[in-house]
Every structure is written in C-alpha cells, then in structure tokens.
T-cell receptor, first 115, second 116 residues
Framework: GAVVSQHPSWVICKSGTSVKIECRSL??????MFWYRQFPKQSLMLMAT?????????EQGVEKDKFLINHASLTLSTLTVTSAHPEDSSFYIC???????????FGNGTRLTVT | AQTVTQSQPEMSVQEAETVTLSCTYD???????LFWYKQPPSRQMILVIR??????QNATENRFSVNFQKAAKSFSLKISDSQLGDAAMYFC?????????????FGTGTRLQVTL
C-alpha cells in the first residue's frame, strides 16, 4: 500500500533555531499534503494544506511566517519551524493523498522538543 | 464549519467482548465522508473504516462496523471480539465531499483499553 515517510521521527533543538521536517510519498504522487499538530492526549489539529507548486493554505491562528511549508514536488513537502520556542514542542504529523477523493495516508509523525 | 464530538474520553472493554465508541458531528452539508482512525502508542494513524454519507448501508470491516444515523448526525464504531491489539486512541473524522481542500476534521478522541 501507499507509504508516507516522515523524517525525522524525533528532533530536539534549542530555542531560537529552526528545524525542518520532511514528508515524502514513497510510491505515489501526492498532489495535496496536510500538516497536523497534536498536543499530548489531544486531537490532531490541521495547520495547513499544501498543494504541489502553490502556496500553502494555513488554518486560522497558524502563523505562516513561523511554520513555513514548501511543496516543491509531487513527492515532497517540508515544514520548517522557524525561531522555535518551547511552546512549539509538539507532535507534527503529515498526510498525503494522490487525487481529490483518494485515501489519505499518514506519516509516522515527528516529535519536536524545543529546549 | 463542521465539528466532530466524541463524548467518551476513555472506554474499557474485556478481551473478546464488544464495545461501541460514540461520535456525533454537525454539518449543513448533505454529502460527506466519515472515518474512524486508530492511533496506537506508535502514533501512526491507521484508517479503520470509512462511510460515505450517501450510502445507507453501514460500513463493515471484519470486526469493525459502524452505525451511521444521518438524520441524527451520529456515527458510532462497534468493535466485536475485542483484542489486546485494539487498545489505542480512536478518532472520528469528517471530510467534506466537495471543495478543493477536502480536509479532515477530527474529534477529540476516545482512549480504548482492552483488559484480559
């Protein structure tokens, strides 16, 4: 079945630095990718929708200058957390789909800890 | 905007027994999809079952079945013959049938414990 690879699976960074998370579709071309954030014992909150070759659409309340999303190819989307702060520590999950009504496939997530 | 509500933060079931997880949603749309996802401790999101709103027949996948009540906007998940591996967080999710984004809206989740 379709696989979405997310890297790294965990990362620790210092406050003020930036960290990049990659989301790759391994065996299909993903026209759309979604980025979610999940706090401990809470649900997944959509941060942004990314379509290949165009600017990401951010959900209300998500700072686009802080969470930079790039979807430069049909198999790769990246989320860069800029000037990270401890409150950005969370679990970030990407998902991808090939076509509009295709099933969504999720990555394994990235646990970000900002010290 | 659509909302998804899961009123049971935690549920417990004995192995081999049956458990039902509740989900209600609010929407003004007539066509949409509903999903149940499982998130085990590994945090990987796993699709359990999917229901198209235009289908009257309840979806089933092996030991998993749903009770879809469109008028009541209810979408419960029944797990039969529960197994230890069913222990996980379960999220109900809604997706519009139309619209270019077609994003998923998740409920708050139900943590299912399976006991011996």
């Amino acid at each position: 079945g379709a696989v979405v690879s997310q890297h790294p699976s965990w990362v620790i960074c210092k406050s003020g630095t930036s960290v990049k998370i990659e989301c790759r579709s391994l065996d299909f071309q993903a026209t759309t990718m979604f980025w979610y954030r999940q706090f401990p014992k809470q649900s997944l909150m959509l941060m942004a929708t990314s379509n290949e070759g165009s600017k990401a659409t951010y959900e209300q309340g998500v700072e686009k200058d802080k969470f930079l999303i790039n979807h430069a190819s049909l198999t790769l989307s990246t989320l860069t957390v800029t000037s990270a702060h401890p409150e950005d520590s969370s679990f970030y999950i990407c998902s991808a789909r090939a076509l509009y009504n295709s099933p969504l496939h999720f990555g394994n997530g990235t646990r970000l800890t900002v010290t | 905007a659509q909302t998804v509500t899961q009123s049971q933060p935690e549920m417990s079931v004995q192995e081999a027994e049956t458990v039902t997880l509740s989900c209600t949603y609010d929407t003004s749309e007539s066509d949409y999809y509903l999903f149940w996802y499982k998130q085990p401790p590994s945090r990987q999101m796993i699709l359990v079952i999917r229901q198209e709103a235009y289908k009257q027949q309840n979806a089933t996948e092996n030991r998993f079945s749903v009770n879809f009540q469109k008028a009541a906007k209810s979408f419960s998940l029944k797990i039969s013959d529960s197994q230890l591996g069913d222990a996980a967080m379960y999220f109900c999710a809604y997706r519009s049938f139309t619209g270019t984004a077609s994003k998923l809206t998740f409920g708050t989740g139900t943590r299912l414990q399976v006991t011996l």
